[in-house]
């Protein structure tokens, strides 16, 4: 069974501060872990993802997000925010128990104040 | 490429209705998933079609159906619509079934029932 909880429904942060927005999974396999970004009446798109590889990976939009086993954590930082990163974020788990499984977390509300 | 197409953009509905909903993956993925993303409930999963088979199914009525063709393209069934059926639903294509496969969306449906 695997789980996602995204621990913030809402941030808010100042335009130029840093960002974190925070994700802890639960998987009995090796697990694929997603951040995906939804502009409003947008649909979802991919910032980034982790594949058992590096454990930290780099997105789009200079965001990243580090893969801590121990912690069973996977947070999405950005070093300085834009008003335009201004968005619902999704942290997805999936994993290799039989055919492709995804699970979504809630998501975060990011809010930019100028 | 173009991207995952949905049609239609809006819908309304009447309590007791049926609904299909319609998708169109990027050319060349065989895979099609189906979410229903609400405010209080989030992305939640409804089904994954591959290669015209049904893979995956979330913990949804039997109301809920789908079906993907040939081409890959795949539409959803609701029928005797609930208020509580209102969501915007979105699909997402890939091109294979694996665990780490991207995932790319339309922008979707919006459905309001009334």
């Known amino acids: 069974a695997q789980s996602v909880t995204q621990l913030d429904s809402h941030v808010s942060v100042s335009e130029g501060t840093p960002v974190l927005l925070r994700c802890n999974y639960s998987?009995?396999?090796?697990?694929?872990l997603f951040w995906y970004v939804q502009h409003p009446n947008k649909g979802l798109q991919l910032l980034l993802k982790y594949t058992s590889a590096a454990t930290l990976v780099k997105g789009i939009n200079g965001f990243e997000a580090e893969f801590k086993k121990s912690e069973t954590s996977f947070h999405l930082t950005k070093p300085s925010a834009h008003m335009s990163d201004a968005a619902e974020y999704f942290c997805v788990v999936s994993d290799s128990g039989g055919y492709q499984k995804v699970t979504f977390g809630i998501g975060t509300k990011l809010q930019v104040i100028p | 490429k173009a991207g995952v197409t949905q049609t239609p953009r809006y819908l309304i509905k009447t309590r007791g209705q049926q609904v299909t909903l319609s998708c169109s993956p990027i050319?060349?993925?065989?895979?099609v998933s189906w979410y229903q993303q609400t405010p209080g409930q989030g992305l939640q999963f409804l089904f994954e079609y591959f290669s015209e088979t049904q893979r995956n199914k979330g913990n949804f009525p039997g109301r809920f159906s789908g079906r993907q063709f040939s081409n890959s393209r795949s539409e959803m069934n609701v029928s005797t619509l609930e208020l509580g059926d209102s969501a915007l639903y979105l699909c997402?294509?890939?091109?294979?079934?694996?665990?780490?496969?991207?995932?790319?969306f339309g922008a979707g449906t919006r459905l309001s029932v009334l």
């Open positions: 998987s009995s396999y090796s697990p694929s």
């Open positions: 997402a294509s890939s091109l294979e079934q694996g665990r780490a496969d991207i995932q790319y």
């Open positions: 050319s060349g993925h065989r895979s």
